[in-house]
């Protein structure tokens, strides 16, 4: 990756003043999962295909590319981070932050450029007397890869993230993290800001307050989305990364000999995954000319995640009334972009 000298200062910062526990952690779900109207795709033409009906003009008059829901109970390994103050030793007593990453990222997004990067968000909650605890949601970095059709959707990630937060607030998330005596808030960049909003309109009680980067309820901004990404598929795009991957990443393909309630700890990486076809099609979707540093877009780039197409087709079916939350929320949004698209 190229770096100017004055993109590598910006990437520097002051040493990191805070310590992490690293774990995997075993998460039971119960989730409506749903079905495709289309089989698995056979190739790239066929995810472009579903690419133009979903983004034509008449879209919406067109047939759902689901063709019902039925409830799925499984069991997933979900990695997770926590990190303290170093100067602190009552982690207990602090104010958490859960955090929730978007697509084409893992938990990593919230160390941004490393532990003395100035981009570093963690560095910044910790030095403000935070504690904080990211995870990697279903099929991203070291959590369970899943079925990518009918499993790595927003019903599931949600109840994911309703359950870690559960689980932490109860202590029982890992021995390592202790239980919670004061405030827990999410904070959740663009897709995960949707699950986060969801959260709080399924169960108010679980957040003390709730931070939303990238997002915007008005959805105009979708087809954009779609769009920049063109259905590439994550095994052509970087097939050094992903090669191993199948085709396509939207409705149903089934592992083998595992069984609904299984540990869903898989060996090989799913099929059906895509991602942006380059950096210029990053840019366009997330950033707005000359209001970025080369190298976060570069950097971007080089450790993007794929996501799954029922990922973002089932955006929409999770709720979004939170009438019922009454705690803090704060709302970040590009001012400058048109094209401040959740993922």
């Given amino acids: 990756m190229r770096q100017s000298a004055s993109a590598l200062t910006l990437f520097m910062g002051a040493v990191a003043a805070f310590q992490c526990s690293l774990f995997n952690t075993n998460i039971t779900i119960s989730a ?5 109207a289309f089989a698995p795709f056979a190739n790239h033409h066929q995810s472009v295909a579903l690419l133009s009906a979903v983004t034509a003009r008449n879209a919406s008059a067109g047939a759902s590319p689901f063709k019902g829901a039925v409830n799925v109970v499984q069991t997933f390994s979900i990695s997770a ?19 929730t990453h978007g697509l084409g ?30 995870y990697d949601r279903i099929s991203n970095g070291g959590s369970s890869l899943v079925d990518p059709y009918t499993i790595q959707q927003a019903p599931m990630q ?21 239980k919670p005596s004061v405030k827990v808030f999410h904070v959740g960049h663009s897709y995960g800001s949707i699950l986060i909003h969801a959260l709080v309109a399924t169960n108010p009680s679980l957040s003390d307050g ?16 779609l769009i920049s990404t063109n259905f590439h598929l994550a095994r052509e795009n970087q097939p050094e990364r ?6 396509g990443f939207v409705p149903s393909f089934r592992y083998p000999g595992v069984e609904e309630n299984s540990l869903l700890v898989l060996t090989r990486p799913p099929p059906q995954t895509r991602t942006w076809p380059d950096e210029l099609a990053n840019q366009y979707i997330f950033l707005s000319y000359p209001h970025f540093d080369p190298a976060v877009l570069a950097y971007a780039e080089t450790h993007k995640y794929p996501f799954s197409v029922s990922e973002v087709l089932t955006g929409g079916v999770v709720p979004y009334n939170a009438a019922n939350f009454s705690k803090p929320v704060l709302v970040r949004s590009h001012p400058i972009s048109s094209h401040s698209a959740p993922t």
Avoid: M
């Fill in 210 to 225: 709730i931070v939303l980067t990238g997002y915007s309820t008005n959805s105009t901004w979708l087809g954009e989305f």
């Fill in 242 to 247: 992903f090669g191993n991957r199948s085709t």
């Fill in 81 to 99: 981070e926590y990190c303290t103050p170093t100067a602190y030793q009552h982690p207990a007593h602090l104010d958490v932050q859960i955090l």
């Fill in 32 to 36: 409506p999962s749903y079905q495709p």
């Fill in 105 to 134: 990222f893992d938990k990593s997004y919230w160390r941004f450029g490393g532990d003395s990067s100035g981009y570093n968000y963690i560095r910044a909650a910790t030095d403000t007397g935070y504690a904080t605890l990211s």
């Fill in 158 to 178: 949600l109840a994911v993230l309703e359950a870690i937060t559960s689980n932490f607030r109860n202590g029982t998330i890992h021995p390592s993290v202790p």
